[in-house]
């Protein structure tokens, strides 16, 4: 949650104005870190015994931990207050066309256990499935922490997900979302939220990336294929299809216009597959592509025919992505 989504405090019955503070004291512990409850006061404008009270509740119930003393020079020492972050834990997975990456975090994203491995094609979708229901069981026996402190199962795919199915995923095999849910149930009995892996990452630059301080601003993922995520207001905008980032279908070039379509768009073979095929069909993409940039910063030729004309596509895409959501780019 961003810092202006935190909610206000205001009007109401008693009970509703407690939980409002409730809610903005522990964001503001969990965005901001340690404070005492001076700190607390200071910076949301609440009295004393309000802090007090909501705090007091908060320890109650386990989602603030008292941590040791502030290093205040005058008067009795300030007891300093801190997020519990270790009330639960979530495990979040990367299902990408070359590897699949598993994390188990804490509740302020911190990494306790990870673990990354090839993506299992072979066995088509079934494969994958099994592959990452035993990815997520080595990596919670690494964290050291029971199973049962997990709250959650976060799983990032590429795609456009409809209910349970995956469509506009061309690099990877036909996945059923529902046989994910089904092979997880069966070790974790937890909730679990599948979600284009895009928008995840743009959540996660919301959160504690890039994005912190902005209301409004576009990933772009340039990887085997090309996609987009878009921050409105605040909130993720994944459009009335859930397609709103599926920019590798945008034409830049009338010359490039077709009558026929299939699941790899116009953008993405101009600048993903025709201009670096050799480094996409290897492992290792990311590596190339780090030393492709380099050769570039060195004003290498060949490298700046390839980039030039990737960053001119990828700059039209994003102007006519914002367009279409009738919003002005803030980065």
Same mark, same amino acid.
């Given at each position: 949650?961003?810092?202006?989504?935190?909610?206000?405090?205001?009007?109401?019955?008693?009970?509703?104005?407690?939980?409002?503070?409730?809610?903005?004291?522990?964001?503001? &512990?969990?965005?901001?870190?340690?404070?005492?409850?001076?700190?607390?006061?200071?910076?949301?404008?609440?009295?004393?015994?309000?802090?007090?009270?909501?705090?007091?509740?908060?320890?109650? $119930?386990?989602?603030?931990?008292?941590?040791?003393?502030?290093?205040?020079?005058?008067?009795?020492?300030?007891?300093?207050?801190?997020?519990?972050?270790?009330?639960?834990?979530?495990?979040?997975?990367?299902?990408?066309?070359?590897?699949?990456?598993?994390? @188990?975090?804490?509740?302020?994203?911190?990494?306790?256990?990870?673990?990354?491995?090839?993506?299992?094609?072979?066995?088509?979708?079934?494969?994958?499935?099994?592959?990452?229901?035993?990815?997520?069981?080595?990596?919670?026996?690494?964290?050291?922490?029971?199973?049962?402190?997990?709250?959650?199962?976060?799983?990032?795919?590429?795609?456009?997900?409809?209910?349970?199915?995956?469509?506009?995923?061309?690099?990877?095999?036909?996945?059923?979302?529902?046989?994910?849910?089904?092979?997880?149930?069966?070790?974790?009995?937890?909730?679990?939220? $599948?979600?284009?892996?895009?928008?995840?990452?743009?959540?996660?630059?919301?959160?504690?990336?890039?994005?912190?301080?902005?209301?409004?601003?576009?990933?772009?993922?340039?990887?085997?294929?090309?996609?987009?995520? @878009?921050?409105?207001?605040?909130?993720?905008?994944?459009?009335?299809?859930?397609?709103?980032?599926?920019?590798? @279908?945008?034409?830049?070039?009338?010359?490039? &216009?077709?009558?026929?379509?299939?699941?790899?768009?116009?953008?993405?073979?101009?600048?993903?597959?025709?201009?670096?095929?050799?480094?996409?069909?290897?492992?290792?993409?990311?590596?190339?592509?780090?030393?492709?940039?380099?050769?570039?910063?060195?004003?290498?030729?060949?490298?700046?025919? $390839?980039?030039?004309?990737?960053?001119?596509?990828?700059?039209?895409?994003?102007?006519?992505?914002?367009?279409?959501?009738?919003?002005?780019?803030?980065?």
């Amino acid at each position: 949650m961003s810092k202006d989504s935190i909610p206000e405090a205001k009007g109401g019955t008693p009970e509703a104005l407690g939980e409002s503070n409730k809610i903005l004291i522990l964001n503001c &512990l969990r965005t901001r870190g340690t404070m005492s409850r001076a700190d607390l006061c200071r910076h949301l404008g609440m009295s004393f015994p309000a802090v007090s009270s909501n705090v007091k509740s908060l320890i109650d $119930i386990g989602y603030v931990v008292e941590v040791g003393e502030g290093d205040n020079s005058l008067g009795r020492k300030s007891t300093l207050l801190s997020y519990h972050a270790e009330r639960g834990f979530v495990l979040g997975v990367d299902l990408g066309r070359f590897r699949i990456r598993v994390m @188990f975090a804490d509740l302020l994203g911190r990494e306790l256990s990870s673990l990354e491995r090839p993506t299992n094609t072979e066995d088509g979708g079934i494969g994958i499935v099994d592959e990452l229901r035993e990815m997520l069981l080595d990596v919670a026996a690494a964290s050291g922490k029971d199973k049962s402190a997990i709250l959650s199962i976060c799983i990032g795919v590429p795609g456009v997900l409809s209910e349970d199915r995956v469509t506009l995923a061309p690099f990877l095999p036909p996945i059923d979302l529902a046989q994910i849910r089904t092979k997880i149930g069966e070790e974790f009995t937890v909730p679990v939220v $599948i979600e284009n892996s895009i928008n995840l990452g743009a959540l996660g630059e919301m959160w504690h990336g890039a994005g912190r301080e902005l209301k409004n601003f576009a990933l772009i993922n340039y990887g085997v294929g090309v996609g987009a995520a @878009f921050i409105i207001n605040g909130e993720l905008y994944p459009g009335a299809h859930r397609a709103s980032g599926e920019i590798g @279908f945008m034409v830049g070039d009338p010359s490039k &216009l077709r009558t026929e379509f299939d699941e790899v768009g116009v953008l993405e073979n101009t600048i993903s597959r025709d201009k670096i095929q050799n480094y996409i069909m290897r492992p290792d993409f990311q590596d190339e592509i780090n030393k492709l940039i380099e050769k570039y910063k060195k004003n290498d030729v060949y490298a700046k025919l $390839i980039l030039d004309e990737i960053f001119l596509y990828v700059g039209c895409a994003q102007l006519r992505a914002w367009n279409s959501v009738g919003e002005s780019p803030t980065v």
